[in-house]
């Protein structure tokens, strides 16, 4: 499956953001999918996951309460809704997929998905 992400900018700290993730290539509501982002000089971290269905979710406990993950799976795209948004967040921000097969429970570990996006940046103003 082939990952895009988009809706990465400029944006004031205390904003909002929502980036997307549209698919291709294989059919969608096979895949869990996850949000993660690298900060400049830093490792790649878990932001958020979600599974085939779109009936659970997961944070990491940074954005807990201010990002929110969705999916469309008639439109083969998984947004990232971000709100209060704070200086630390800026980043670049990458989608990633996995097979939902035998596979119920968030995964946090980056090298545990096979497929990811190219990347959006964002970044948070003062």
């Known amino acids: 499956v082939q990952l895009q992400a988009s809706g990465g900018g400029l944006v004031q700290a205390g904003g909002s953001l929502r980036l997307s993730c549209t698919a291709s290539?294989?059919?969608?509501?096979?895949?869990?999918l996850a949000w993660f982002r690298q900060a400049p000089e830093k490792e790649r971290e878990f932001v958020g996951w979600i599974l085939w269905s779109g009936g659970r979710t997961d944070y990491a406990d940074s954005v807990k309460g201010r990002f929110t993950i969705s999916r469309d799976n008639a439109k083969n795209t998984v947004y990232l809704q971000m709100g209060s948004l704070k200086l630390d967040d800026t980043a670049v921000y990458y989608c990633a997929a996995r097979t939902a097969y035998n596979s119920p429970a968030p995964i946090t570990a980056g090298d545990s998905y096979f497929y990811w996006g190219q990347g959006t940046l964002v970044t948070v103003s003062s």
């Open positions: 290539g294989r059919t969608f509501s096979n895949y869990n």
